[in-house]
């Protein structure tokens, strides 16, 4: 009963047989072999964008540093959630890569609204050389909170982006988990909503250490004078993130991308999450996160919590626990492709049980 992380979970076998088929002879080194090339001509077609620049990383918080760096000069600032994970999660990596830019919170949670990210824009940028100036604007789908934005609400905010120039990054890390609850494509979500740079993530979907970055406008001149292709590969090298035996993370996402096994993984950890949302509700438990993919967080007494983790449920108190027992307690629940039906029996029984 693992619901921690979906980092947690192990690699589908159709990963490790692609790395296994890979592992033979010999290949060009540093993206010069024909799996990475496949991969980049399947990610163009998947996303509908035949002239995007695809690069592979390890992680997601490369991917997320690496892009805005690309995006973000160090005198600007980063618009993102009070909740965003390059907040919270990546201790400074994007301050760090982009040499010094700041990043400005847009107050209201973890989900941006139009209106609340315009005030924020247009309150900064306006006292020239004293202050920070308005860089891009970066948004989480999912988000911290396990809420999706729907198609719509993306465009509303790469449109205030637009509004005033600045280019927009999308933190994809549950991207598939995102596309899958919105039964939308990858293309509706991302350049056909004005976003600039996408992280199409696949380790919290099942991959070993792969994450996509798909540059949609790659020409377009950087703040450096490169242009963002251009910049974003040097930085990667720059960063020691530019794999030799780059064949090894290119298989990963081969096999991710192989008769759609990147929707079907997110479909099934989507499913069980619906599962216990359902369950939850049935045991008049409160469930905070309004829209949800495969993430949620639920209230209840902390005795039950204690109860259901002895009984071997593994997963996350957030926030601030309470003292006392009987007072409500907030919990996230997080469900993996490989999550079962049993565990999510189990967990549900549990907490009927403490109840």
């Not at 618009?79 to 982009?98: G, L, Q, W």
């Not at 973890?110 to 900064?124: F, H, K, N, Q, Y």
Request: one cysteine or more; proline letters at 5%.
């Amino acid at each position: 009963m693992n619901f921690a992380s979906d980092n947690a979970g192990p690699v589908p076998v159709q990963v490790l047989d692609a790395l296994a088929r890979v592992n033979t002879g010999y290949a060009a080194s540093y993206g010069a072999d024909g799996v990475t090339a496949e991969v980049g001509d399947r990610l163009r077609a998947l996303f509908e964008a035949p002239g995007a620049a695809v690069y592979l990383v390890a992680t997601g918080t490369a991917a997320n540093a690496l892009s805005l760096a690309t995006l973000c000069a160090p005198f600007q600032t980063v618009f993102c959630s009070e909740k965003a994970h390059i907040h919270e999660d990546e201790c400074n990596a994007p301050e760090f890569y982009t040499g010094g830019a700041k990043l400005t919170l847009v107050r209201g949670g973890d989900v941006m609204t139009p209106a609340a990210l315009r005030r924020a824009i247009e309150g900064e940028g306006n006292r020239g050389v004293h202050g920070p100036q308005r860089g891009p604007v970066s948004i989480t789908n999912v988000t911290e909170g396990g809420n999706v934005y729907s198609v719509e609400e993306m465009g509303a905010l790469c449109g205030v982006a637009r509004e005033f120039g600045l280019p927009v990054h999308l933190d994809g890390a549950r991207f598939a988990n995102a596309c899958v609850a919105l039964g939308c494509s990858p293309a509706q979500m991302t350049w056909k909503a004005g976003v600039d740079i996408a992280v199409f993530g696949g380790t919290k979907n099942g991959l070993m250490d792969a994450e996509a970055v798909l540059i949609f406008d790659p020409d377009t001149p950087a703040s450096s004078g490169f242009t963002r292709a251009q910049e974003f590969e040097l930085r990667v090298k720059r960063a020691g993130h530019l794999y030799s035996k780059h064949r090894y993370v290119a298989a990963q996402m081969l096999a991710y991308l192989e008769d759609d096994l990147w929707r079907d993984l997110a479909a099934r950890a989507n499913a069980r999450c619906a599962a216990l949302a359902t369950g939850l509700e049935a045991l008049g438990l409160e469930i905070v996160n309004k829209s949800r993919a495969n993430m949620l967080f639920f209230r209840a007494p902390l005795r039950a919590h204690q109860a259901a983790q002895a009984a071997g449920a593994v997963y996350h108190l957030w926030g601030n626990p309470p003292a006392d027992p009987e007072a409500l307690a907030t919990a996230r629940l997080v469900c993996s492709w490989s999550t079962t039906e049993d565990e999510v029996a189990d967990l549900l029984a549990a907490l009927k049980t403490a109840l």
